[in-house]
DNA sequence: TCAAATGGCGCC
DNA sequence: AAAGGGCGCCATTTGA
């Protein structure tokens, strides 16, 4: 046990915690735990009822540390921290085992490695581990502001993985049969769907199946249309006949495969979709999950999403996250200007687009993305001349990525460096004429990784603001009964409510905002507004 | 025959 | 000159 202060400073003796009894005290007395790996210590408490405020997590800080010294993918525990810090072998992390995945029979090893699963608990290994990651951070507020909220993001990530969303079985299922048509039996194809591929081939003439890319395309080069893939927005541009079906036929499959019975089966059980959240999982600090696409519930199945009896739903997404961030991180004062408008991108339309909201949207996307072609790379001279200083951090970061070197967010979260391979290629390939493909191949690396450093300074500083936000909201609802987080999707966060307390939800989560604001970017002018929406229903939100 | 790669598309 | 970021997941295709 050890506490911290706020700033990632030990203040408390370290002891180790015997029995629930003392965790529970332990807890009371509002002390930071101390501990591996939230995500396989933190759910059996969970599941026991306990509710950790605050905590340290070991292998998450690790992770960013290491970012920080170019290292990825090496082991994060406390045993390989302490292992570093003496100079003793690295051990390998322990091998993570699936909670989800079918127990494994017949697989000699398993048992022993869920054995090596346990947490660290050795107090000498975490002292150790602690003391060196402190002496790491040394006293950067910002940085120790980042591994505060990412441990804290990793309780709110078991929490809500415990909790679930919850996900209305009867209205999933209808939406199904109204789009696809009755439960088809395992391995056929719903009746809408053969509806639709029966209408492709009458259009064609010949049998195509249009689940299959390679003869979708085929078919289409044989009746004229000489295209190299069969994205929708290809297809859609076609004069023929089945261009209709095809495209629906892709919707739906879509719904079918990525979120049709079978995904119902699997993860919509008790009136909950609970899925794992991966804080950090993305090397950008975005959270990632593991099974059933959480991030990627399409919008036509948000109608699913409703509170329980008595509850309400408080929708909160921070609007136009990205260009406010960059706005900040580059102190460029047109654009801070313009953010202080609630819509974004309405201002900047007015403030250099002709009023075309749509075009000045296209462009800051654009720049942010690294897109230089079509609509959005003739808009960025416009950029350009009214936004010089935002423009140049992302061209900054650009440089750097193509130069091999790596950029941070605001908070100090690092990409990872070039692999060996890429700096292979771009040096021998930067040697060479300029019409040689060596070369070539080696301006393409140069530019796909200056478009990823390019958005990794935006992305990344957005993810530090957004898990800031998450934290500080999660720790106020403590303060209202009943209330709990149960979805967070990079800039948006959902939490369920008693009625009563819907208003002082949604309060809080402005309130939280305008701290995050204050505590990523301090003194800066940047609002990061948030639009808090009470519905019964997610569909209901946007 | 099976694992890895690819194509496509959902979300931000 | 040319340059569309980050993911997860599915079915199909490819390759060993």
């Known amino acids: 046990m050890q506490e911290l202060t706020d700033a990632g400073l030990p203040v408390g003796p370290t002891a180790a915690v015997d029995g629930p009894a003392e965790l529970l005290d332990q807890l009371a007395a509002g002390h930071r735990l101390l501990w591996d790996t939230t995500s396989l210590t933190y759910p059996a408490l969970v599941g026991a009822g306990i509710r950790v405020e605050r905590c340290h997590d070991i292998t998450l800080t690790e992770r960013i540390l290491l970012g920080r010294q170019g290292v990825f993918g090496a082991p994060c525990s406390a045993r390989a921290v302490h292992a570093r810090a003496t100079g ?221 009896p008595g509850h309400r739903l408080v929708v909160a997404d921070a609007a136009q996250l990205e260009p406010r961030v960059l706005a900040a991180i580059s102190k460029d004062p047109a654009l801070q200007a313009v953010s202080a408008d609630a819509d974004l991108y309405t201002a900047l339309a007015d403030d250099g687009f002709g009023g075309d909201r749509a075009h000045a949207k296209l462009a800051m996307l654009g720049a942010m993305y690294g897109q230089t072609s079509g609509e959005a790379g003739r808009l960025l001279d416009t950029l350009r001349r009214r936004y010089p200083a935002a423009m140049q951090c992302v061209q900054d970061a650009a440089h750097r990525g193509e130069r091999g070197e790596v950029v941070r967010s605001v908070l100090g979260r690092a990409c990872p460096p070039p692999s060996d391979g890429w700096r292979e290629v771009v040096e021998w390939g930067s040697r060479q004429d300029a019409t040689d493909p060596e070369r070539k191949r080696a301006d393409q690396f140069a530019r796909d990784r200056g478009r990823f450093t390019r958005n990794f300074v935006v992305q990344a500083s957005a993810a530090d603001w957004a898990a800031v936000w998450l934290s500080g909201l999660r720790r106020d609802l403590t303060q209202v009964p009943g209330a709990e987080l149960v979805f967070f999707q990079h800039d948006e966060l959902i939490v369920q409510v008693p009625i009563e307390s819907a208003e002082l939800v949604a309060d809080l989560s402005i309130r939280a905002a305008r701290a995050a604001r204050d505590l990523v970017f301090p003194g800066s002018v940047v609002s990061t507004p948030v639009r808090p929406v009470i519905v019964d229903c997610y569909a209901d939100a946007k």
Do not use: C
């Open 88 to 308: 003793t072998p690295v051990p390998d992390d322990p091998v993570r085992t699936e909670a989800s995945a079918e127990p494994t029979l017949f697989e000699p090893g398993a048992a022993d490695e869920r054995a090596e699963a346990a947490p660290v608990d050795s107090i000498e290994v975490m002292r150790v581990a602690l003391v060196d990651q402190l002496r790491r951070i040394d006293h950067d507020r910002a940085l120790g502001l980042l591994i505060a909220a990412e441990s804290a993001s990793a309780l709110a990530a078991v929490e809500m993985g415990s909790t679930g969303l919850p996900w209305r079985a009867e209205v999933h299922l209808g939406l199904l049969d109204s789009m696809l048509g009755p439960r088809p039996r395992a391995g056929e194809r719903p009746t809408r769907l053969a509806q639709l591929a029966a209408e492709i081939n009458d259009a064609f003439g010949f049998p195509v199946n249009p689940d299959s890319a390679v003869d979708l395309r085929a078919a289409f080069r044989r009746v004229g249309f000489d295209i190299d893939t069969t994205r929708s927005w290809v297809i859609k541009d076609l004069a023929h006949p089945a261009v209709a079906s095809v495209l629906t036929y892709k919707e739906l499959a879509r719904v079918h495969t990525a979120n049709g019975w079978n995904w119902h089966d699997e993860w919509a059980r008790d009136g909950r979709f609970r899925p794992e959240y991966l804080p950090g999982g993305v090397v950008s600090g975005r959270w990632a999950t593991r099974g059933g696409g959480a991030l990627q519930i399409p919008r036509a199945l948000r109608a699913a999403v409703v509170a329980d």
